[in-house]
């Protein structure tokens, strides 16, 4: 296992590299995660891929001088491991977050992609995400700049949370991402990114239905952000894609799924 970088667009892209198969697997980690995250699955890819995950912008060792990214940063920065690889095709994995990337590039990389892995995927329906996508683009930017010092704000959270009408894993996930200029900076680059990233459920089924990619899915039976049962409808009917439910909450990445991916 080595890591390595990518230069592009005047960023350096930090990837981590482990296994020798004959095929190549590109992998995306989740909100606040990084490259390493993956390497606990090991075990379960070396014999069939060579894997490269890579730090997106605002994560890890990743340096990104960017305000935002975009759906054509990623598919460049994948097309540049294709290219230091030597491959033609590849498959695609991610993780929550990533997940979603990685499925808003599918029209792009389908006619060379084999196959797709789907961990915990946002994308699909994840809770106060619809929110998110749908908040102006007007009101990001005037929060970006009001939001600098963010005390006044997480007071009418906590407010709202005593009332009942802010959810506490809302006002966690701000009052932990608002607080450090770095953690400021990668919550508002990866909020400005969404609307490049967004792919309609219906398309997303039609692109496994007639493409036939094979999918496999590994959802959590306890996980409390994405609604399982919007999974569940979208795959029914579509032979080529597999669900395999993990006795785990959101973050299922871990030794159960690496023994559960060697079974499979």
């Avoid at 990104?64 to 759906?71: G, N």
């Avoid at 994840?126 to 005037?142: F, Q, Y």
């Avoid at 959802?219 to 579509?238: L, N, S």
Wanted: charged share 25%.
């Amino acid at each position: 296992m080595h890591s390595f970088y990518i230069e592009y667009n005047n960023a350096r892209i930090h990837c981590l590299r482990f296994g020798q198969g004959a095929h190549l697997l590109v992998a995306l980690h989740g909100f606040g995660d990084r490259a390493r995250l993956f390497a606990i699955l090991e075990k379960a890819l070396v014999k069939r891929y060579t894997v490269v995950a890579f730090d997106l912008p605002f994560h890890g060792q990743t340096e990104w001088p960017h305000r935002t990214f975009t759906k054509q940063d990623t598919l460049a920065i994948v097309h540049k491991i294709m290219e230091r690889e030597g491959k033609s095709r590849l498959s695609l994995m991610g993780y929550s977050f990533g997940a979603r990337l990685t499925q808003a590039m599918l029209p792009d990389l389908l006619p060379v992609l084999d196959k797709l892995y789907l961990l915990a995927p946002d994308g699909l329906q994840t809770k106060g995400m619809s929110t998110a996508v749908r908040t102006p683009v007007w009101v990001r930017k005037a929060l970006f700049y009001t939001l600098k010092n963010p005390g006044w704000f997480l007071s009418l959270l906590n407010l709202g949370r005593r009332l009942r009408i802010v959810p506490p894993l809302i006002l966690h996930f701000l009052s932990f991402n608002l607080t450090r200029p770095e953690r400021f900076r990668r919550t508002f680059g990866c909020w400005f990114a969404l609307d490049s990233f967004y792919l309609p459920r219906s398309r997303i089924k039609s692109i496994w239905r007639d493409s036939g990619l094979r999918v496999d899915i590994y959802f959590g039976t306890k996980d409390e952000m994405i609604r399982y049962k919007t999974v569940k409808k979208m795959v029914e009917g579509v032979r080529n894609v597999r669900i395999y439910l993990m006795d785990a909450g959101h973050r299922l990445i871990g030794e159960d799924l690496r023994d559960r991916m060697i079974e499979n």
